[in-house]
T-cell receptor, first 115, second 112 residues
C-alpha cells in the first residue's frame, strides 16, 4: 500500500508569489495534518483536517490556508510568500481524530525555497 | 519556557555505547508522549510512544515522569544505523495526535 504522498517534492518560488502543496493520505485515513519544518528546528503544527473540517490550527498567519477534499486528500496554500516561508512542509495522516494516541504517518515532504 | 525542550546535542558516541536523551515539557495537561526519529532530509518516523510505566523496545527504553514533566530515551549498544535526529514530541492539551508539539531534536552520531 502507498504511504502518504506529497507533491511536488521540491519547489522554488519568489517573494510575493503563491504556492499550493498537495497531499494524499494513506488509504483509509481520514485525518490530514500539515507541519512546517525550518532547518534546524522541529516540525511546527499548521493545520489539521478531519472529514473535510478544520480541527486545529497552529500559530500561523492568515496567508496560510488549507482544505480537505471528499477523497481525504488535502491542499496547503500559502499566499504572498516571504523568505521565511522557506522550509520543509510535511503532511501527516492518521485514521481518525481521537484522544491523542492514534498513530501519525508522515509523507516525505515538499521542500519549498523562496528567493 | 519553550513547550518542549531537549538536550541541544550533538551527541557523538562510539558504536556499542549507551546514550540517553532528555526532554522536558511545559504543559502539565499533555496526555500523549512520543519519540520520533528523523534521518537527514527525510520525514520524521515514530520510534516509540512513551508510557507512565516506562516501556522498552529492543535496545530502546523510554521513561516518563509526569511529576517532573520529564521524558527520556535510552539507547543501549548503539549502532551506526542509530545515527539520526531524535525528536521529543507531546500532544497539545486536549488535542488529537494530529496536533503535536515537537522539540528541536537532538542529533546523534554513532562512530565506528
Amino acid at each position: 500500500d502507498a504511504g502518504v504522498t506529497q507533491s511536488p517534492t521540491h519547489l522554488i518560488k519568489t517573494r510575493g508569489q503563491h504556492v499550493t502543496l498537495r497531499c494524499s493520505p494513506i488509504s483509509g485515513h481520514k485525518s490530514v495534518s500539515w507541519y512546517q519544518q525550518v532547518l534546524g528546528q522541529g516540525p511546527q503544527f499548521i493545520f489539521q483536517y478531519y472529514e473535510k473540517e478544520e480541527r486545529g490550527r497552529g500559530n500561523f498567519p492568515d496567508r496560510f490556508s488549507a482544505r480537505q477534499f471528499p477523497n481525504y486528500s488535502s491542499e496547503l496554500n500559502v499566499n504572498a510568500l516571504l523568505l521565511g516561508d522557506s522550509a520543509l512542509y510535511l503532511c501527516a495522516s492518521s485514521l481518525a481524530v481521537g484522544r491523542g494516541n492514534e498513530k501519525l504517518f508522515f509523507g516525505s515532504g515538499t521542500q519549498l525555497s523562496v528567493l | 519556557r519553550k513547550e518542549v525542550e531537549q538536550d541541544p546535542g550533538p551527541f557523538n558516541v562510539p558504536e556499542g555505547a549507551t546514550v540517553a536523551f532528555n526532554c522536558t515539557y511545559s504543559n502539565s495537561a499533555s496526555q500523549s508522549f512520543f519519540w520520533y526519529r528523523q534521518d537527514c532530509r527525510k520525514e520524521p518516523k515514530l520510534l516509540m510512544s512513551v508510557y507512565s510505566s516506562g516501556n522498552e523496545d529492543g535496545r530502546f527504553t523510554a521513561q516518563l515522569n509526569r511529576a517532573s514533566q520529564y521524558i527520556s530515551l535510552l539507547i543501549r549498544d548503539s549502532k551506526l544505523s542509530d545515527s539520526a535526529t531524535y525528536l521529543c514530541v507531546v500532544n497539545k492539551h486536549g488535542g488529537s495526535q494530529g496536533n503535536l508539539i515537537f522539540g528541536k531534536g537532538t542529533k546523534l552520531s554513532v562512530k565506528p
